[in-house]
């Protein structure tokens, strides 16, 4: 099946696994959570047990290093496709307030990047993480 948008993590290729497994949850969550249609329906096992949806279209995780993050915010902002984003900071905070002022008192241009998501039509999403390499 193919589609007509991508979703697409960048991850700063310096991140231990732990803090890079973190950050896609957090980035892919923002854009779950604002992309109405991006979620399937629930699923349900043979028992009949539930289970939340997922999202309906493939995730592909990319990394590079700072400059190719910066790079690729860069493009999204200018492009008009929204991000997520998570900042080196957002590891020392401990609540959705406290991240949300820990960003806002930083310039777009000065933001410490760990890891951004984008989630649009394919050929603007591939622009945007030019430069990047599959996670992997």
Known sequence: MTFPTKIAVLLRDDLPAWQALNVTA?????????????????????????????????VLVFAGD??????????????GVACAIFTQDLFATGNDEDNRAAVRKVARADLHLAGLAV?????????????????G
């Open 119 to 135: 989630h649009g039509p394919k050929n603007a999403v591939d622009r945007i993480v030019k430069g990047a390499r599959l996670h």
């Open 26 to 58: 957090f980035v892919v969550s923002g854009v779950a959570g604002t992309e109405p249609g991006l979620l399937g329906e629930d699923y349900e096992d043979a028992d009949g047990t539930k289970y939340l949806p997922m999202l309906g279209q493939p």
């Open 66 to 79: 700072g400059t190719v993050l910066k790079a690729a915010h860069a493009r999204a902002v200018e492009r």
